[in-house]
Each structure stands twice: as C-alpha cells, then as structure tokens.
C-alpha cells in the first residue's frame, strides 16, 4: 500500500510540474566589428568623404569599439492569425543600469527574452517561457544610447588641443585634455557624429535603428515620427521617432513554438564594421595638424551596421 501510495504522489507531481514547463527561449547576443559576410552590406567606399570640413587627412580604425544599447526588441506576427508579438533582450530601468558590449573582442552574452502578445507561456520556476504558436520576426528595433571608442591619431596630434572636444554634446561637457592624452583619443560618438550636418539631430538623440521591411537602408531626420508597417497588426499606436535609421540589413526569421518542454537558442550577431570609420579633416584653417582639425565617423557611417540571426 505504501509503495502504491509513493507511486500515485510522484504521478501528481510530475503531472504538476508538467504543466506549468512549456518550454523556453534563451538568447545570445553577439558583437563584432568586422565587415559582414554573404550579407546586404555594400562594401564601404574608402574614397567616400566630406567637402565641409577641410582638406581630408586619414582614415583610422579604432583599436577599441565598444556599443551600449538601450533596447533590442524584435516585432512580428502569429503565423497562425497574425497576432502581434514581440521579445524583447535589453530594456534597462535607468541609465545607470546600460552596459557597454565590446564589439572589437567580439563579446557574447546570454539572456532570457520578454515575451509579450496574445499567446504567451510563461514557466512558473523562472526558466522563461515561449510563444504558444509559431511567429515570424519581421522587425527589429535597436536603440544604441552610445559607442565609445579608442583611436590612436597621428603622432603630430600629440600637444594638440582639438577645439573640437571643449564643448557640450548630448548630455556631456567634453574637453580635449580629458578626451586625448599624447596622440590617443578615448571618445564616445557624441563628438564624432555632432560635426556631421546631415545627422546633426543626432547628437542629441541616441541612434534608434529599425531594421527590416525595406528594401534600402535610409536616414530619417526631418518631421517628427512615422508609424510603424502597417503590417505589424500593432494593437498600439508605435511611431519611430525621427532621427532613424531604417535600414534592410535584416532577414525575417520564423520561431518555431517549443515542444517537449526543450529550449530554444536564438543567437543574434550584431556587427558594426569599423574598418577606417574614424576621419580627419584639415578644418577651416586647412592646415593639417591644427586645433582647429575635425575627427568624424565616415559618410553614412549608419550603412556598416547589420544584424543576422540564428537558431539552434
């Protein structure tokens, strides 16, 4: 009687326990700054430059390049009634909690997704949760809320005061002693992008991407925001707040809904190819090596970043 008593326990057990595992989805981000392969990515034109900003000197790559996003969100719908659904990877609560991810040590990290949507499963021991039909991921939203970045210049730099770091960008008084010691350059984008007048609305925005359903990769930066693909079947009112990026650097991808309570691993690879992102210009003097010089990221710098995703 005993032992059949154990038995019919350990049957309600499991059958609870069963009920309340569906299955979940765990997610890899990664970072590099190398040119994307077999991808939408034109290759960047080395000869591409500003005329208004001097004489062009060089173009360098930062020996350290480092992204801190404030949110990844992936859109899309149920394959099933096209429902919306969304998952999100980073949404920090306050600024203090953004991390900065290092693109040039191509750095990964793990996370467990939030769901949101109609069919949603949640594990109740804390393991995450799936969708409960199968859903396409049409778009992607990224909200890069800063870069910094290590760049060695000319060694006719060193002594130089850059005029154009003693100054206010975004958030943040710069000066050039604080910025540049001898000849190297520890910077946040900032300064490098707040000089560039056709994404002059940057410098006081963070860099909001939306990637996917396009078929050209584009700066918006007049008006005030546009809605998001009418497609998306959004139960809300989401506008994409102007400046943007939208670019087609995306492929849509399918999520399957977990069976048997396994997990899913979606790897995304985020690349930002910063090979010569870096350019000097002579400024209004023209001459090179001068405080006057200005340093900023190369003629649509927004084209170099993609993002591919995986599933295993």
Request: aromatic fraction near 12%; glycine fraction near 6%.
């Amino acid at each position: 009687m005993r032992t059949i008593a154990i038995i019919f326990l350990t049957v309600i057990l499991f059958t609870g326990c069963k009920k309340d595992k569906y299955g979940s989805l765990v997610h890899k981000m990664r970072y590099t700054s190398s040119k994307e392969k077999n991808g939408k990515s034109k290759d960047i034109a080395d000869d591409l430059h500003y005329t208004q900003f001097g004489n062009y000197i060089t173009s360098i790559t930062p020996s350290s390049f480092s992204g801190a996003f404030g949110m990844i969100r992936f859109h899309g719908i149920t394959l099933s009634d096209n429902h919306p659904v969304s998952m999100t990877f980073i949404q920090p609560s306050s600024a203090q909690d953004i991390g900065f991810a290092d693109f040039s040590n191509n750095a990964e990290i793990t996370l467990t997704p939030t769901l949101s949507g109609p069919f949603v499963n949640i594990n109740s021991d804390g393991t995450g949760g799936c969708f409960k039909e199968d859903a396409v991921l049409k778009f992607l939203q990224v909200i890069i809320q800063n870069i910094k970045q290590v760049v060695e210049l000319p060694v006719q730099y060193n002594g130089v005061n850059l005029s154009q770091f003693n100054g206010q960008y975004y958030q943040g008084q710069y000066s050039s002693d604080s910025v540049k010691i001898g000849n190297i350059l520890t910077v946040d984008m900032y300064p490098l992008i707040g000089k560039i007048s056709d994404t002059s609305q940057f410098y006081t925005h963070p860099l909001s991407f939306y990637f996917g359903m396009t078929d050209i990769t584009e700066l918006y930066t007049t008006g005030n925001s546009m809605p998001f693909p009418s497609s998306l079947n959004q139960n809300q009112n989401l506008d994409m707040p102007i400046p943007f990026v939208w670019s087609n650097k995306f492929t849509e991808w399918t999520l399957k809904s977990p069976v048997n309570k396994e997990t899913i691993t979606i790897t995304s690879t985020i690349g930002f190819d910063n090979e010569n992102l870096i350019q000097i210009y002579a400024g209004a003097d023209n001459i090179s090596y001068t405080s006057d010089d200005i340093i900023v990221y190369a003629p649509n710098f927004w084209e170099r970043i993609y993002i591919n995703v995986t599933i295993e």
